[in-house]
Nanobody
């Protein structure tokens, strides 16, 4: 069992930045990859970024590539999502999730999910 808690969301103006955190407890955090997803009202949950167990490889959705950076600190059981140059299209609830199957953009590949943190970008 893994318990994930996201934080760091909020209201920011377009062009601004936020850093989200995902803190894990329970099963050894460093045993698997971590993904960030987001879900806007009326839309399906979509892949944002993924980081491998070691942190040596990262993957991004095309819509955030070059603006978002995923990183992890296994000593702190924490994964971060640094979001820069935010636009109103980034407004969504952001979720982190664990994957024991490796890199995937499908929500079905993820085992445990946090409760989400709201990010709202005003124009």
């Amino acid at each position: 069992q893994v318990h994930l808690v996201e934080s760091g969301g909020g209201l920011v103006q377009a062009g601004g930045s936020l850093r989200l955190s995902c803190v894990a407890s329970g099963r050894t955090f460093s045993s698997g990859g971590i993904g960030w997803f987001r879900q806007a009202p009326g839309k399906e949950r979509e892949f944002v970024a993924y980081i491998t167990r070691s942190g040596g490889s990262t993957y991004y959705a095309d819509s955030v590539k070059g603006r978002f950076t995923i990183s992890r600190d296994n000593a702190k059981n924490t994964v971060y999502l640094q979001m820069n140059s935010l636009t109103p299209e980034d407004t969504a609830v952001y979720y982190c999730a664990t994957s024991s199957l490796g890199y995937s953009r499908s929500t079905a590949s993820y085992d445990y999910w946090g409760q989400g943190t709201q990010v709202t970008v005003s124009s």
